[in-house]
Nanobody
C-alpha cells in the first residue's frame, strides 16, 4: 500500500518560516511529480508548487520568491520551504504524488499511474 504523510505544519508569526515534509511510503518504483496544494477555510484547494522527477518546478504566483519545493528521490520525500509567511498563507497543506509506479502486495504486481493524497498538515500564520 502507498501512503502519503505530511509533517512540519504549525503556528508561526507573519514573516516567519516553516518547512513541510512529505514522505511517500510503500514499494515505490517511481513518482512522476510531487505537488503541494493548500486549502484555506471556505475556499477550494489550490496548487502551491510542484516538482517533477526531473526537478522541473512550478509555483503559484502568490508564493513565487517565498516558497521553494524540492525532493529527495532516493527517499521518496518532498519538501516545501516557506519563508516570509503571510496570514493569507494560512491553510491545510496537502501533498500529492502523481503517476506513481508501485508494487502492490495485495495484487502481487506493479500498479501504474495512480495518484495519492496525504491527509494534510495545518499551517497557521498569525498577524
Amino acid at each position: 500500500q502507498v501512503h502519503v504523510v505530511e509533517s512540519g505544519g504549525g503556528l508561526v508569526q507573519a514573516g516567519g518560516s516553516l518547512t513541510l515534509s512529505c514522505t511517500v511510503s510503500g514499494t515505490i518504483f517511481s513518482i512522476n511529480a510531487t505537488g503541494w496544494y493548500r486549502q484555506a477555510s471556505g475556499k477550494g484547494r489550490e496548487l502551491v508548487a510542484v516538482v517533477t522527477n526531473g526537478d522541473a518546478t512550478k509555483y503559484a504566483e502568490s508564493v513565487k520568491g517565498r516558497f521553494t519545493i524540492s525532493r529527495d528521490n532516493a527517499k521518496n520525500t518532498a519538501f516545501l520551504q516557506m519563508k516570509s509567511l503571510k496570514p493569507e498563507d494560512t491553510a491545510v497543506y496537502y501533498c500529492h504524488a502523481d503517476n506513481v509506479v508501485a508494487y502492490s502486495d495485495h495484487d502481487e504486481e506493479l500498479v501504474y499511474g495512480m495518484n495519492y493524497w496525504g491527509k494534510g498538515t495545518l499551517v497557521t500564520v498569525s498577524s
